[in-house]
Nanobody
Framework: EVQLVESGGGLVQAGGSLRLSCATSGFSFESYSVGWFRQAPGKEREGVSCISIGDGTTYYSDSVKGRFTISSDSAKNTVYLQMNSLKPEDTAVYYC?????????????????WGQGTQVTVSS
């Protein structure tokens, strides 16, 4: 059974940083792509970033490019999302999912398993 558990969310001031973790189990880690998504109240879920674990290829949405960095640790079967220069508009529940696909600028976790989410709140 694929399981994903997010952690690392919290309250931070604008301009600050947080690092989210997605601990995974139940699948061959290096065979998957893992993605981070977020959903703010009243808004649609947005694919933020994803990483192909096997070759390290990464993708970012335009809204976070240059501020967020996705990485993975195969020894721990964990994917991280380092979030710098946070803005109030980054406030959302952040989820990780696997497997994910990336096509035409869209990250999709439609056929993946999802974690329970972690809240990120950025105050102005």
């Amino acid at each position: 059974e694929v399981q994903l558990v997010e952690s690392g969310g919290g309250l931070v001031q604008a301009g600050g940083s947080l690092r989210l973790s997605c601990a995974t189990s139940g699948f061959s880690f290096e065979s998957y792509s893992v993605g981070w998504f977020r959903q703010a109240p009243g808004k649609e879920r947005e694919g933020v970033s994803c990483i192909s674990i096997g070759d390290g290829t990464t993708y970012y949405s335009d809204s976070v490019k240059g501020r967020f960095t996705i990485s993975s640790d195969s020894a721990k079967n964990t994917v991280y999302l380092q979030m710098n220069s946070l803005k109030p508009e980054d406030t959302a529940v952040y989820y990780c999912a696997a497997p994910v696909t990336y096509w035409g600028g869209i990250i999709s976790g439609e056929h993946g398993s999802w974690g329970q989410g972690t809240q990120v709140t950025v105050s102005s």
